[in-house]
Each structure stands twice: as C-alpha cells, then as structure tokens.
C-alpha cells in the first residue's frame, strides 16, 4: 500500500516510524514532514489544507489510503472533500467527517453531544457578542477559578482559567471581542473540576471501537506545572492511577455512549478519538474530545501498541475493526520534550541540534524540526520528543532524562520533573 500522512509533528513523526514497520506499507509520504518522518518515508513540501495540492499528490502517487495528524484539515472538511470527489472518492481516510470533527471544532457541539447522553463533564453556558451583559452577570455569580473556553479552534490556546472574577470578566469581553479571532465568536464558560488528569484514545469505525494505551501528558512550561500552558512537554503510559475499576466507568459511562452518539447522530466517524478526562473523587470526567491522536502523547501510546498500526487502519477502514485484538506492551513510556527557549511565547528557529549520534536506548521523534544541508535545526516551539520505554515509568524517565542532556541546540528548555505527580 501507499500512504500519505499529514502533518509535520510530533505525532506525525511517530506515526511514519510505526506505519513504515508495517509488511502492509510499500511507500510512505508525509505532507510536509520534518527532518525525522524522512528516515522513513518521503516529505513533499504541501500544506496540509492545500486540499488541490494533496488531491494531485495523491493520484500522482496512487496513494491507497491518507492518515491525518492534525485537527484543522478535519475541522476543514479533508474527509469530505475525498468522499465527494469522484477520483478520491474509494481512499480511505483516517479521520472523521467534519461534522464528527465538530467534537473538537466546536465546544459547544461537544458539550450538547455529552449533554444529550449524560457523559459525565463540567456544567456550562455559551455566550456570544448578543449575550456579553448575561455573560459577565454569570461571571459575578460564579466562586474561582472560572474556566473560559473559546468555542473554536484555537492552537491550544483558547483555554483560559482565571483565580480572579474581575480578570475573568476582562478576558471574558476580550474573547468575544476577538481576542482568538473567530474561534471566540462563541465562548463556553465552564464550572472548574479539580483532580487529576489523563487521556483516552479509541480508535472506532464508527461502530466497534477499541481502546489503545492510555497516557496523560504535562501541558505547563515550568517544573511542577506551573506557568503558560503549551502543546504538551512530556507523556506518560500507562497512568499509575488509572485503575481497572477506574476505566471500567470510563467506558461504561463515556467511550461507549460517545461511539454510540457517533452513529445516533449520524457523524460519519473513521479514525481516533481523544478523549481528555479528569478523575475528581475517584469518578471520571470528560474536560474536551479531539477528533485526532494527541501529541506528545501519541509518542508514549504508539511505542506500546505491539500491533500492525496499517492492519488496524485498514481493518477501520473496512468496518472490521471489531473482530482486532489490541496487544499492548506491559513496558512503561515516557517522552520528554525539548523546546525552543522562550516557548510558548516568542521564540528563535534555526539552531543547529547536535549529539544524535549519542543516544542510546531511546527513541527521538522530531517535532519542530528541518533538514538544513547535512545538520538538522530547530523549526519551531516543540522542537524533539525523546521517548523510552522501561519496567516502570521511573525507570523509563531516567533514560529519556539522560539523552535529554546529550542532545543540544542554543537555548534548549525542558522539563526534568515529568511524572512528579504519580
């Protein structure tokens, strides 16, 4: 088979290093790739919501079937475009509709999808432009910390919780004044949950569905999980906390109302979805769906699956994924991630990386990385995930920990204290 994957992370790197193992896979491309996803397949220099320019790649290159990383072709209609194109149309592609991508596209479609079946979340109102004045009376009412989300798309960034009613009601009216542009036409103000988070992903044909490796990733820059948050600076699998009476509620409660709704509701829905929870008193509590896998969980959840990833895509992509059994490694995982100094505010790009050559016991997934003539160089915030695989997740840790020093680059941040709260 031929396989496009796109995207140029993280998550894309480690998928072209699991898919290209596959006896499935004759020729692997990446749109557009980084300087890691070429050690296994072909970069092409495309944007992933040129969706002319992939249409062309992938008859040019009889692609059999397309992956995609990110959310925004999704939330763009990627999916929908191949099925209503007569060329395209017989490709499989790995990821759902864009009205199945709304579950991440838009928190307020989430939240009346759980809402309709009682999957346990956050109470909440929506408000717009029309409703600023019941907004902020809302806001009056409320004890802190107040958690403000943009309805939309917004790089992760739309997420706001505020210990202050008077800074909350300032962001509140800047939200909707556009302060994330259109994402923020809408924002969902959301009762806070304290506990313990971590991440789910099913892979579902929109009928059957089955659950891989279970991980939970740090989202502040600084030791201790304090400071802005950021994409991600490390993962975990599995979670030392999640139980089996634990998951047991989760998929009563939340993975299968939410692959029913799927079909309820008609969402035509062939791919991952991630789901993100909170365990507050020992229950479980969905904080936000993705329509895709996460990153840099991707990186701790892909090196434990021991399956074919291709044989489980193309048996989704064939509504047989029910009669697959998911083998998962008893080994822990974990990933830590360099960045680019002053991430996630202004950074530089372009800084030469070196100490490749002395890893050992570790698996490097790029991220925000180039090739630059014979030497590799920084391309953006998240920069390289350095994933190990150990007995415990301690001992996993102190690898990832150790190459996490060897590779160098000007102005390399990371944090040494993943896993502190488990």
Same mark, same amino acid.
């Given at each position: 088979?031929?396989?496009?994957?796109?995207?140029?992370?993280?998550?894309?790197?480690?998928?072209?290093?699991?898919?290209?193992?596959?006896?499935?896979?004759?020729?692997?491309?990446?749109?557009?790739?980084?300087?890691?996803?070429?050690?296994?397949?072909?970069?092409?220099?495309?944007?992933?919501?040129?969706?002319?320019?992939?249409?062309?790649?992938?008859?040019?290159?009889?692609?059999?079937?397309?992956?995609?990383?990110?959310?925004?072709?999704?939330?763009?209609?990627?999916?929908?475009?191949?099925?209503?194109?007569?060329?395209?149309?017989? %490709?499989?592609? %790995?990821?759902?509709?864009?009205?199945?991508?709304?579950?991440?596209? /838009?928190?307020?479609?989430?939240?009346?999808?759980?809402?309709? @079946?009682?999957?346990?979340?956050?109470?909440?109102?929506?408000?717009?432009?029309?409703?600023?004045?019941?907004?902020?009376?809302?806001?009056?009412?409320?004890?802190?910390?107040?958690?403000?989300?943009?309805?939309?798309?917004?790089?992760?960034?739309?997420?706001?919780?505020?210990?202050?009613?008077?800074?909350?009601?300032?962001?509140? /009216?800047?939200?909707?004044?556009?302060?994330?542009?259109?994402?923020?036409?809408?924002?969902?103000?959301?009762?806070?949950?304290?506990?313990?988070?971590? /991440?789910?992903?099913?892979?579902?044909?929109?009928?059957?569905?089955?659950?891989?490796?279970?991980?939970?990733?740090?989202? @502040?820059?600084?030791?201790?999980?304090?400071?802005?948050?950021?994409?991600?600076?490390?993962?975990?699998?599995?979670?030392?906390?999640?139980?089996?009476?634990?998951?047991?509620?989760?998929?009563?409660?939340?993975?299968?109302?939410?692959?029913?709704?799927?079909?309820?509701?008609?969402?035509?829905?062939?791919?991952?979805?991630? %789901?993100?929870?909170?365990?507050?008193?020992?229950?479980?509590?969905?904080?936000?769906?993705?329509?895709?896998?996460?990153?840099?969980?991707?990186?701790?959840?892909?090196?434990?699956?021991?399956?074919?990833?291709?044989?489980?895509?193309?048996?989704?992509?064939?509504?047989?994924?029910?009669?697959?059994?998911?083998?998962?490694?008893?080994?822990?995982?974990?990933?830590?991630?360099?960045?680019?100094?002053?991430?996630?505010?202004?950074?530089?790009?372009?800084?030469?990386?070196?100490?490749?050559?002395?890893?050992?016991?570790?698996?490097?997934?790029?991220?925000?990385?180039?090739?630059?003539?014979?030497?590799?160089?920084?391309?953006?915030?998240?920069?390289?995930?350095?994933? /190990?695989?150990?007995?415990?997740?301690?001992?996993?840790?102190?690898?990832?920990?150790?190459?996490?020093?060897?590779?160098?680059?000007?102005?390399?941040?990371?944090?040494?204290?993943?896993?502190?709260?488990?």
């Amino acid at each position: 088979m031929n396989i496009l994957i796109l995207g140029s992370g993280g998550r894309e790197h480690t998928f072209a290093w699991k898919i290209s193992q596959s006896p499935l896979c004759q020729n692997l491309y990446i749109a557009p790739g980084n300087a890691g996803t070429q050690q296994h397949g072909t970069n092409v220099p495309i944007n992933p919501m040129d969706f002319e320019a992939i249409k062309k790649l992938t008859i040019e290159q009889s692609i059999d079937m397309m992956v995609v990383g990110p959310e925004a072709p999704l939330v763009a209609g990627i999916y929908d475009f191949f099925k209503n194109d007569a060329a395209l149309k017989q %490709i499989p592609v %790995i990821g759902p509709s864009a009205k199945g991508a709304q579950l991440e596209g /838009s928190k307020a479609f989430s939240k009346a999808f759980m809402a309709k @079946r009682n999957i346990p979340t956050a109470g909440y109102q929506e408000f717009t432009q029309e409703t600023l004045q019941e907004g902020l009376a809302y806001i009056d009412q409320l004890t802190p910390p107040v958690v403000l989300k943009a309805d939309g798309l917004a790089a992760g960034k739309g997420v706001l919780i505020l210990n202050d009613v008077e800074e909350a009601k300032m962001e509140f /009216s800047a939200m909707l004044d556009g302060k994330f542009g259109a994402a923020s036409e809408k924002v969902v103000i959301e009762d806070f949950l304290d506990g313990i988070e971590f /991440s789910v992903f099913v892979l579902t044909d929109g009928v059957d569905y089955k659950v891989l490796p279970i991980a939970k990733d740090y989202k @502040r820059i600084g030791e201790g999980d304090t400071g802005l948050n950021t994409g991600g600076m490390g993962a975990v699998s599995p979670v030392p906390f999640v139980d089996a009476a634990l998951m047991q509620k989760v998929t009563n409660r939340i993975i299968i109302p939410t692959v029913k709704g799927l079909a309820e509701d008609e969402l035509e829905y062939k791919g991952f979805v991630f %789901i993100g929870l909170i365990r507050v008193d020992n229950e479980p509590y969905v904080i936000e769906y993705n329509c895709r896998m996460g990153d840099p969980e991707t990186e701790v959840v892909l090196p434990r699956l021991e399956n074919d990833l291709l044989e489980l895509l193309v048996a989704l992509a064939e509504g047989n994924l029910g009669a697959k059994e998911i083998k998962i490694s008893e080994k822990a995982a974990t990933t830590i991630m360099l960045v680019s100094g002053g991430y996630p505010e202004a950074y530089e790009k372009g800084k030469t990386m070196t100490g490749f050559d002395k890893i050992s016991d570790s698996l490097l997934f790029h991220a925000g990385t180039k090739q630059d003539g014979d030497n590799v160089v920084s391309n953006g915030g998240r920069v390289l995930a350095i994933t /190990s695989l150990g007995d415990d997740f301690k001992t996993a840790l102190a690898i990832s920990n150790k190459n996490a020093e060897l590779i160098d680059f000007d102005k390399k941040n990371y944090r040494k204290d993943i896993g502190f709260d488990l």
